[in-house]
């Protein structure tokens, strides 16, 4: 099952402000894990987020964070962030349950 993968604006700008070769592979990296089985945690890679509603998960590509929801056949992409500063992004973005 293939699920769409939208970009919120945030996301849009953060990957537009990454040097291309590290645009790629965040790029790539979305693609490989978000578009069969975004919900598929694991170790390394994807990690479903406690205690907030807002984001959901986290994907690790390299040093970037991709923060995303999983809304029924759509994944939204809410911010690609550098991991010294998730901290900062999840109190200034995320939504406590």
């Not at 590290?22 to 987020?49: C, F, W």
């Not at 390299?62 to 109190?91: M, N």
Request: proline share 5%; hydrophobic share 35%; aromatic share 8%.
């Amino acid at each position: 099952m293939k699920f769409e993968i939208v970009l919120a604006p945030e996301a849009v700008s953060d990957l537009r402000s990454l040097p291309a070769n590290i645009r790629s592979a965040v790029r790539d990296g979305m693609e490989t894990y978000l578009r069969h089985e975004p919900q598929r945690v694991n170790k390394s890679r994807i990690k479903r987020l406690r205690g907030l509603a807002k984001p959901q998960y986290r994907l690790r590509v390299g040093d970037l964070r991709v923060f995303y929801d999983i809304r029924d056949q759509c994944v939204e992409v809410l911010a690609v962030v550098y991991k010294p500063h998730t901290e900062r992004w999840l109190k200034q973005h995320g939504v406590q349950k």
